[in-house]
């Protein structure tokens, strides 16, 4: 049955060739932890993207209940937290994950700085790095006033004061951020579409192109 | 070595029998299933524990006071509105209700549930006809007892628990599943 549906999968899409590109990907022996645990440092960037996963499906799933209003963000993660079943479980997987993919991507960013393997010719990777380092950087930032606690509303208070202490422009950029002059509904909602909608899209196309360049050119060899 | 470890000839077992690779093949799969539902268990069940409770409404089953009976015209649906503190999820708000009440004269009166029984849009009163319709699609009502004129629904309007005590007229309020012949309460 199952190996019915593939062969007419197969025949029309010819799917088997990208099955085996994936499946019969070498990984170089120095990079390979089953030979040497020491090599699990390459391991870094793959453990980010799983993290960067696991935030996608709880966050998709924590948008199930949330409401980016004033009046109801803090009710709502409130119902999350005790009136929904693992509500608690999918939340701390979400908040603790935040944290944890910043401390797997700066030591991936560690290690393939030691390793100079940011050199000629892998630069645009490097830079494809940063760009997805500061967009989930954005992420934290943007999702850390969803809550609407004490904690969020302070956080994004000072954070936009420091945006506003750039010369010239600061004034502008912090009201941009905030909406407005003051920090209320309006940055809300727009956090959370910053968060959810274009910071999202950003980080799959930076990942996709990641990707695709590490594919065409290999990771870098051995010390 | 782990050439001849991965290439077990497929000859070297009889036929019928499930080989290394098939074993290995579906262990990988059991493995995979069980992995797949401590993952999928906590998430289906996030999604769909608000739909398992019942409606949250804290009055409910509270007789509710509709006004005193000498000023129901006989005969004639009046319709009676007033609201309630309802919660849903997290949010606690004043949740509009109706109840069509009619006073069949000497001291019986009928309250039906202001939802149309077909699939579930409030219905008025059509003042020409004396009926109580749906504005959807077409469901017609005889004030007196419910019953279905015309129109696709497939039960009379649902009565609700109603009493007279001196004079004053009190309902309590429930909601019924639409679109079923018979009437079973939410």
């Known amino acids: 049955m199952l190996n019915r549906f593939y062969n007419f999968l197969d025949e029309r899409y010819r799917v088997t060739p990208l099955l085996r590109d994936i499946a019969d990907h070498q990984v170089p022996d120095h990079a390979n932890p089953t030979r040497d645990m020491r090599a699990f440092v390459y391991c870094l960037g793959g453990i980010s993207f799983m993290v960067a996963i696991l935030l996608f499906t709880t966050g998709v799933l924590l948008a199930v209940y949330y409401v980016p209003a004033p009046e109801r963000a803090y009710d709502s993660i409130q119902y999350i937290m005790n009136g929904v079943a693992f509500g608690p479980l999918i939340r701390g997987i979400h908040h603790w994950g935040a944290s944890l993919l910043i401390i797997t991507m700066v030591l991936h960013m560690l290690r393939v700085f030691f390793h100079g393997a940011y050199k000629d010719p892998r630069q645009l990777n490097w830079v494809a790095g940063l760009l997805l380092l500061m967009a989930v950087m954005g992420m934290g930032f943007t999702g850390y006033l969803l809550p609407w606690d004490q904690k969020a509303y302070w956080a994004t208070n000072v954070g936009t004061f420091m945006a506003a202490t750039v010369p010239f422009i600061g004034d502008f950029i912090m009201r941009v951020l905030r909406g407005g002059p003051e920090l209320g509904a309006i940055t809300l909602i727009r956090f959370y579409a910053l968060h959810v909608l274009v910071l999202p899209a950003i980080i799959g196309l930076l990942l996709a192109f990641h990707f695709l360049m590490i594919r065409r050119q290999g990771i870098s060899g051995p010390l | ?186």
């Open chain 2, 1 to 186: 070595m782990a050439n001849t470890i991965a290439h077990t000839t497929p000859s070297s077992t009889p036929k019928g029998a499930i080989g290394r690779r098939q074993f290995m093949a579906y262990g990988t799969g059991v493995i995979g299933a069980v992995i797949a539902s401590i993952v999928g268990i906590p998430i289906i069940n996030y999604f769909i524990s608000p739909a398992l409770g019942h409606s949250q409404a804290t009055a409910k089953s509270e007789w509710k006071e509709m006004g005193v009976i000498s000023q129901f015209p006989v005969g004639v649906p009046t319709k009676v509105e007033y609201s309630e503190i309802q919660k849903t999820g997290w949010e606690v708000a004043e949740a509009r209700k109706t109840v069509w009440v009619v006073n069949q004269g000497n001291g019986q009166v009928t309250a039906y549930n202001p939802r149309c029984t077909h699939l579930g849009c409030a219905v008025y009163h059509d003042e020409k006809a004396n009926t109580l319709n749906s504005p959807c699609h077409g469901g017609v009502f005889r004030v007196s007892d419910g019953k279905v004129l015309a129109g696709p629904p497939p039960r009379a309007l649902d009565t609700l628990p109603v009493k007279v005590e001196n004079g004053h007229i009190s309902v309590i309020y429930k909601d019924f599943r639409v679109g079923t012949t018979e009437k079973i309460e939410l």
